[in-house]
């Protein structure tokens, strides 16, 4: 067995680095399958058939593929795979691998779920590491897995609770589990910084997302771990001896068939809706290009790029053209790279939204004169002129800036490939013609918390620049995170990337004009404009407050059962 072990740890590891993440987390899959039916096929061999059972429900080698298979499936629930049927089981091999009695063991494989799921979902990071600093690749390949541990902490707090909730408030525990996750997702958010929740898994079933209208996506998590629950109570009951949970399995796939209900009659209604409402004609622009080619461009290369590209469009074609994050490498409050592109703007009649810095020479506390760099977006109109600009409220941290900074500002200065942005206070609309924009930048759309500020836009544009991360799965990942602001907040999105994954998502969650990759891209998009009260938009977590309400009151009005 420990031979077996080493070579599955050593093919693990080999897989891992060569392996894209949706296709490793395939082959993990069908391993931890394989391994798990050899076994149940050689327990249906013996005679003392229920005796196999029972000690093939203990071994913690099954329980350890278990777990490590469901962590594995996470990866083809998020995209560019996105199996959103699949997350309606994915998580009950790891429900299965939880035992009453061996709440240590728990903690272990609580922790193996939460690392293994992150690593392989984060398997790009030790590219994007190691192509874009001076860290070394072991040491690269050091950080992603300390990434994949800390943010696999959450789920330390979560699996373990299954059975001492269980253990606490009997069949209520399918619906306080859920809870329990929305409040951890909820709470890693705010303390990571990069929200990854397991309900986006359904942006491609139309008909749950629209549930993210009412409850953000926490509410999609809870739906999603509401039937893995009372899936697994079946588990549970089984291994008990006791009856059939009838009515938790009724009252979660009821749930979910109200959801769907729901959802079908929204997609409808919306849709409706945006059959007559007004268009606009956006300019689609995306490079082929990587940013290590990039990188080796004169900025006068690159900005002329832009220009050439935005030249070919026909004046008074469009009503706006968009240039993602990053588009222009000059400063935009100086110098003459506003003026070349006032001069496009007021030559095709159309305003331009561009991505840029901006630069400010001020004065400290102690009066000295320090640079502040920004990431912003700037708007011109269609007489040339900036109307105004934006500046990024949350930059990227470990890219954009060095949370660390003050207090080891050795550190900071010994790790190359990390910027020096300030965070920007004021979240500011733009736009010409009537038409309100909100343009968060990059990793600002997937936080759906910071995106409500914006005081009803009539179209999201987010641009930004996934570039950096090659082609791997992060600009697949990216994407799915922040199309789901468009139904939250029940707003249009009109998304730019330098160099992919554009796209537009509608009110309802429906993509289109959704592009490849590394493709030069330069067409004429028409956008759909109507927006839709939501509860979401309207009062923002409540979901979230609702799940701390029914633990709190669980706790204080369900009977509490001593712990045996």
């Known amino acids: ?73 996470t990866a083809l629930l998020a995209a560019p795979m996105a199996l959103y049927w699949l997350a309606y089981v994915a998580y009950v091999p790891m429900f299965w691998a939880l035992r009453q009695d061996t709440p240590r063991a728990n903690r272990w494989l609580a922790l193996l779920w939460g690392t293994t799921s992150v690593a392989i979902i984060f398997r ?52 306080l589990l859920p809870c329990w996750l929305v409040l951890i997702e909820y709470v890693a958010m705010r303390v990571l910084l990069f929200p990854y929740n397991q309900g986006i898994s359904q942006h491609r079933f139309l008909f749950t997302f629209q549930l993210a209208s009412l409850t953000g996506v926490y509410g999609l998590s809870f739906l999603v771990f509401l039937v893995n629950s009372a899936l697994a109570e079946v588990i549970y009951r089984r291994r008990e001896g006791r009856e059939f949970p009838t009515l938790q399995l009724c009252g979660a796939f009821s749930t979910l068939s109200v959801v769907i209900i729901f959802g079908a009659w929204r997609f409808e209604r919306v849709e409706a809706a945006l059959d007559e409402a007004p268009t606009i004609r956006v300019a689609q622009l995306q490079q082929s290009i990587t940013m290590v080619e990039r990188l080796q461009q004169d900025r006068k290369e690159v900005f002329m790029g832009w220009l ?68 912003s977006v700037y708007s011109f109109d269609r007489h040339g002129e900036v109307e105004d600009h934006y500046d990024k409220m949350m930059p990227l941290p470990f890219g954009e800036y060095f949370p660390m900074a003050d207090w080891v500002p050795w550190l900071a200065e010994m790790i ?59 600009p697949h990942l990216h994407a799915m995170l922040a199309i789901a602001r468009a139904t939250e907040l029940g707003t249009p999105m009109f998304r730019s990337a330098y160099t992919g994954i554009s796209l537009v998502v509608e009110p309802h969650g429906h993509i289109y004009a959704k592009t490849k990759p590394f493709t030069d891209v330069n067409r004429v998009v028409t956008v759909r404009v109507r927006t839709f009260p939501t509860l979401y938009y309207k009062y923002g977590d409540w979901f979230v407050a609702l799940c701390l309400a029914a633990l709190v009151l669980a706790r204080l009005l369900l009977p509490w059962r001593r712990q045996e």
């Open 124 to 175: 790009w990071l030790v590219d994007t590491i190691t192509l874009y600093s001076n860290i070394p690749w072991i040491v690269a390949v050091a950080l992603t897995v300390l990434f994949a541990v800390v943010f696999g902490l959450p789920y330390l707090l979560f699996w373990p609770a299954t059975h001492f909730i269980r253990r606490h408030f009997g069949s209520w525990w399918v619906i």
């Open 1 to 73: 067995m420990p031979i077996v072990i080493v070579v599955a740890v050593v093919l693990f590891a080999a897989f891992y680095l060569v392996v894209p993440a949706a296709p490793f987390g395939a082959l993990v899959l069908v391993g931890t399958i394989a391994y798990a039916v050899g076994h149940i096929a050689r327990a249906m061999t013996q005679q003392d058939r229920q005796g196999a059972w029972k000690s093939l429900d203990q071994r913690l080698d099954i329980r350890v593929v278990a777990t490590i298979g469901s962590a594995a499936s």
């Open 308 to 375: 050439d590209a935005t030249q070919k469009i026909p004046a008074n074609s469009v009503d706006l053209v968009v240039w993602p994050e990053g588009a222009s490498p000059y400063y935009l409050n100086a110098g003459r790279a506003p003026d070349h592109i006032g001069a496009l703007a007021k030559r095709g009649n159309y305003p331009i939204i561009v991505g840029g810095g901006t630069r400010l020479r001020v004065k400290d506390a102690t009066g000295k004169t320090v640079t502040e760099l920004y990431n």
């Open 416 to 474: 190359e490939g990390v910027g020096r942005f300030k965070a920007g206070v004021e979240p500011k609309l733009l736009g010409d013609d009537g038409l309100r924009l909100a343009t968060p930048i990059c990793y600002e759309a997937i936080m759906a918390h910071l995106c409500r500020r914006f005081n009803s836009p009539d179209l999201l544009v987010n641009v930004t620049n996934d570039g950096w991360f090659g082609d791997t799965s992060a």
